[in-house]
């Protein structure tokens, strides 16, 4: 299954035209995604406000994920301070799969963002986390916080913005987009041989684990005929016609 490192804002001094930080309605935002990436089997690690984006790149080289997702909030250069509008989602230009996953997310704000017409995914070199980390990385700069309706927009749909970009990160990744865990126990129940947990909901995807019968499962969810499961710590799909549900 995927993991993604998750990195909110640091920047505490980053003040909303309205009221509140950067730091703060980023980790707002991040604490939202969480509930979604957990139903729809996304593992991630996070930073904490404590870190520097020195230190966030440092931890996400450290591991080995799928994706590193900045958010970030924009600010508009003194000159046109407030007046500026839009979400842009970076990404480096070599990196083909930090391009996608950055047309995706763009993609996917459009429908929710007031103004579609200026949501844009866009390369760049000038930022250290997408130039500087192993991961494809994309660098979300949500929306203006020094512009009014912008920022009310943050603060208002933090939930929408939340479920929005999980539901573009499932499509990333090729998975399916679930509200919530389902959180069902259940048994693995095979004639012969062993129930095999796979990376995505389809008997070519590749094999995570095994579990032989009898073994005990967390059902995370269901999609059709297959069970996101946790086995053992180990989370995939399993065919539901070989799981009994306790």
């Not at 390369?123 to 929306?143: K, N, Q, W, Y």
Request: net charge negative; proline share 5%; no cysteine.
């Amino acid at each position: 299954m995927p993991i993604i490192y998750l990195s909110p804002s640091t920047q505490e001094n980053n003040y909303f035209v309205t009221g509140g930080t950067e730091e703060q309605y980023m980790n707002l935002l991040a604490d939202k995604m969480i509930p979604y990436l957990d139903a729809s089997g996304i593992r991630y690690v996070r930073n904490t406000p404590s870190m520097t984006a020195a230190s966030s790149i440092a931890a996400s080289n450290a591991g080995n994920y799928d994706l590193h997702l900045a958010l970030h909030s924009n600010a508009a250069p003194e000159s046109k301070y407030g007046t500026v509008r839009g979400s842009i989602v970076f990404y480096y230009p070599n990196s083909s799969k930090g391009r996608r996953a950055a047309e995706i997310i763009a993609d996917g704000l459009k429908d929710i963002y007031p103004a579609p017409n200026l949501v844009r995914a866009e390369g760049t070199t000038a930022i250290g986390e997408v130039r500087r980390v192993r991961a494809p990385s994309v660098f979300l700069e949500l929306a203006f916080h020094d512009n009014v309706e912008d920022a009310n927009w943050i603060t208002n749909n933090l939930d929408a913005i939340a479920r929005n970009l999980v539901l573009s990160l499932t499509e990333y990744f090729g998975i399916p987009f679930y509200e919530a865990e389902l959180n069902r126990t259940g048994m693995v129940d095979v004639s012969w041989g062993v129930l095999n947990i796979r990376a995505q909901p389809n008997q070519n995807a590749a094999i995570l684990a095994q579990a032989p019968d009898g073994a005990p499962l967390t059902i995370l969810n269901r999609s059709n005929d297959w069970y996101l499961v946790n086995y053992n710590g180990i989370i995939g799909y399993a065919s539901g016609d070989f799981i009994t549900i306790n």
